[in-house]
Nanobody
């Protein structure tokens, strides 16, 4: 599956931004989806994940209560709504997909077989 992330940009602290990741094709609903982020000089970290049906979601502690992941299988798109943004949220955000994710695997980038190109988010203080 090919993933195309978009929606990044520059926003002030406290602001909001919504990222989108589209995956053209008829098999989108068979993939679990997630967002990771990578700040300059740091490792790529899990941000949020969503099951194939959208019924289960996972979040990193650092974004719980501020970010919301959702998906629209009819539009082959997964979203990341980011509210109350902080300068430490500055990073390149990547969407990722895989058909088989279980337990702690959700949080490991090694478990994902497909990646988008990344979209940059900058939060100014």
């Amino acid at each position: 599956v090919q993933l195309q992330a978009s929606g990044g940009g520059l926003v002030q602290a406290g602001g909001s931004l919504t990222l989108s990741c589209s995956a053209p094709g008829r098999t989108f609903s068979s993939y679990s989806m997630a967002w990771f982020r990578q700040a300059p000089g740091k490792e790529r970290d899990f941000v949020a994940g969503i099951s194939r049906s959208g019924g289960t979601t996972y979040y990193a502690d650092s974004v719980k209560g501020r970010f919301t992941i959702s998906r629209d299988n009819a539009k082959n798109t997964v979203y990341l709504q980011m509210n109350s943004l902080k300068p430490e949220d500055t990073a390149v955000y990547y969407c990722a997909a895989d058909q088989s994710l279980y337990g702690s695997g959700w949080y490991s980038l090694d478990e994902y077989g497909y990646w988008g190109q990344g979209t940059e988010v900058t939060v100014s203080s």
